[in-house]
């Protein structure tokens, strides 16, 4: 159980384009879920937290217009990068909440396998 | 501000028995999270702590002590497929989870 599943899971695109990575919950309804970015040999950095039907609380320093967040179901959300550049480039990652009975309560995060955005 | 500290890296002997220290200081304090990560891939939660004692699951025991600020996480019977980078996570009063950078655990033959 508790299965997230990303798609893509590589993306290369060109400076200025955009590009929408998609993180579902296939066998349960995430009340919640959180997009991260990681650098290699950098710890996770949180970049926002969305709810489904509402809009999504960014961290500080995360620019909304650059990192599209739609929740619109209870299994489904999407960060879009919007006109994409090299520093850009990085491993995002999704995760969700909402298991009931989990170790660590139904706030405990299971991650997506992850997408590795390079753009050149 | 919030902290976490792990060490870098640390090395360990197949078949041997490894502990990974946490320490912490955050703004309250609703749970500690262990997560395996290996490289390329995303995090798997390993385990949870909220009281103070061990938590014992299989070959891999996680250690919290409240007061001290301070958890272990103790690997037994080493694999070299237990080679993976190691998060400790801390969820505070406002249950956000705030994360350490991660032990890179390296295991020789």
């Known amino acids: 159980g508790a299965v997230v599943s990303q798609h893509p899971s590589r993306v290369i695109c060109k400076s200025g384009t955009s590009v929408k990575i998609e993180c579902r919950s296939l066998d349960f309804q995430a009340t919640t879920m959180f997009w991260y970015r990681q650098f290699p040999k950098k710890s996770l950095m949180l970049m926002a937290t969305s709810n489904e039907g509402s809009k999504a609380t960014y961290e500080q320093g995360v620019e909304k217009d650059k990192f599209l967040i739609n929740h619109a179901s209870l299994t489904l959300s999407t960060l879009t990068v919007t006109s994409a550049h090299p520093e850009d480039s990085s491993f995002y990652i999704c995760?969700?909440?909402?298991?009931?009975?989990?170790?660590?309560?139904?706030?405990?995060?299971?991650f997506g396998p992850g997408t590795r955005l390079t753009v050149l | 501000g919030q902290n976490i500290d792990q060490p870098t890296e640390m090395t360990a002997t197949e078949g041997a028995i490894v502990q990974i220290n946490c320490t912490y200081q955050t703004s309250g304090f609703n749970g500690l999270f262990w997560y395996q990560q290996h490289a390329g891939e995303a995090p798997t939660f390993l385990s949870y702590?909220?009281l103070d004692g061990l938590e014992e699951k299989g070959r891999f025991s996680s250690f919290l002590s409240r007061s001290k600020g301070y958890s272990y996480l103790l690997l037994k019977e080493l694999q070299m497929k237990d080679s993976a980078s190691y998060l400790c996570a801390v969820r505070d009063s406002n249950y956000q989870l705030i994360w350490g950078a991660g032990t890179k655990l390296i295991i020789k033959p």
């Open positions: 995760s969700a909440s909402g298991v009931a009975g989990s170790f660590g309560g139904t706030d405990t995060q299971y």
């Open positions: 702590n909220v």
